[in-house]
């Protein structure tokens, strides 16, 4: 909480960045037009939509994770949305890929006090209202079982390490034979999502696509 506060205290003091403006001013075909899409990323399998180094979509991210901004959650999964639904259109016809689950990446207890809602599942929350049943649901199979640090400057041999047994599914759920689409807000390496995928993978998932907004 102290921490939060004082991001808010800095968010007063400071003016407003040309970015949040843009960000609200501006409709969700336009932001799909502006922003960047995603360099590969390192990690097999995995993919990203949109360009993390953009101004404006690390300032979407930033007023979603640090200020919980519901305005700019609902402009993340619509631009989300439409790349999810090309993307699942595909994975249907030439993977099977039917009835999926919608999962967000988990927040540890820590993190969660610490910020008050876990930024993934907000958007995924959005998705699903958007979807209505049409596409996947959201279930929450994962859960953190511990904390772990941030990694920024970590390589990726490092991050891999640090996320080692972090997830598990949740108590009393089971993805057994289940499609699981795997979300998260921000990928850098990959080594949060590969965890999660071998997590689920353990467990006795069917088929896994790992997608982030941002990279």
Known sequence: MFRKAIILLFDL??????????????????????????????????????????????????EIKYRGNR???????????????????????WRNFKNPSLVPIPLSKKRFRERGFNQCEEICKELATLDTGAFFS?????????????QTGASKKDREKNLHGCFAVAEGLSVKDKNIILFDDVTTTGATLKEAVETLKKAGARKIIALALAH
């Open 13 to 62: 003091l400071l003016p407003e960045p040309p970015q949040v403006r843009q960000l609200q001013t501006l409709s969700v075909s336009e932001l799909g037009e502006r922003i960047k899409k995603s360099p590969p990323v390192e990690n097999v399998g995995i993919q990203a939509i949109f360009d993390y180094r953009d101004p404006l979509m690390k300032r979407l991210i930033w």
């Open 138 to 150: 959201l279930d929450l199979f994962l859960v953190r079982t511990r904390h772990t640090e941030k």
């Open 71 to 93: 305005q700019f959650i609902k402009k993340a999964a619509a631009l989300f949305y439409d790349e999810l639904v090309d993307i699942l259109a595909e994975e249907k016809t």
